[in-house]
T-cell receptor, first 114, second 109 residues
Framework: ETGVTQTPRHLVMGMTNKKSLKCEQH?????MYWYKQSAKKPLELMFV???????ENNSVPSRFSPECPNSSHLFLHLHTLQPEDSALYLC?????????????FGSGTQLSVL | GQNIDQPTEMTATEGAIVQINCTYQ??????LFWYQQHAGEAPTFLSY????GLEEKGRFSSFLSRSKGYSYLLLKELQMKDSASYLC??????????FGAGTTVTVRA
């Protein structure tokens, strides 16, 4: 148990569907992250939120839309995805962004786009 | 971008020692992390090196040489539960964190 909870664990969606991934951290951290993990590839940083403000968007297509209503919750809204978006989506948190603190990860949502 | 290289796969026998190497080329340096990720689970923090030398934590040790852009993770007295993917990650001069593709370690009886 890392203190970061992601739901759902698995998601299958069609290219025309709209779905949302949810992440919640119980660690009192101020920074939250979305990463994409594809097989045999490095983790790709997608978005960073620091004190609820988006501080980084790593050239992510607009079909991925993040939302951070407070420091404990992070969402990733998905619409009109492509099959190549199938991957494990990991949420992480840290005390603050931009420092040397370690990341705490959730177990991820395994997404399949048909 | 940053360049972080680590072997794709390694296999070792229970009770043995395995060394996972990581080389990196970054613009500046602000620390190197090792994470362990079991299949279907969250990556979990193992170690952090920011100065040259060896950091030991029980059966796991991590080494860093900043001048060589090189680190290794040493797993001693391997156990079956050590079968996992091991991720090397480096913070550059702007504190941006980049990950390697991970090394899958398989421990055999």
């Amino acid at each position: 148990e890392t203190g970061v909870t992601q739901t759902p664990r698995h998601l299958v969606m069609g290219m025309t569907n709209k779905k949302s991934l949810k992440c919640e951290q119980h660690l009192g951290h101020n920074a939250m992250y979305w990463y994409k993990q594809s097989a045999k590839k490095p983790l790709e940083l997608m978005f960073v939120y620091n004190f609820k403000e988006q501080t980084e968007n790593n050239s992510v297509p607009s079909r991925f839309s993040p939302e951070c209503p407070n420091s404990s919750h992070l969402f990733l809204h998905l619409h009109t995805l492509q099959p190549e978006d199938s991957a494990l989506y990991l949420c992480a948190s840290s005390q603050e962004a931009g420092g040397s603190e370690k990341l705490f990860f959730g177990s991820g949502t395994q997404l399949s786009v048909l | 971008g940053q360049n972080i290289d680590q072997p794709t796969e390694m296999t070792a026998t229970e009770g043995a020692i395995v060394q996972i190497n990581c080389t990196y080329q970054t613009s500046g340096f602000n620390g190197l992390f090792w994470y362990q990720q079991h299949a279907g689970e969250a990556p979990t923090f193992l170690s952090y090196n920011v100065l040259d030398g060896l950091e030991e934590k029980g059966r796991f040790s991590s080494f860093l040489s900043r001048s060589k852009g090189y680190s290794y993770l040493l797993l001693k007295e391997l156990q079956m539960k050590d079968s996992a993917s091991y991720l090397c990650a480096v913070r550059d001069g702007d504190y941006k964190l980049s990950f390697g593709a991970g090394t899958t370690v398989t421990v055999r009886a």
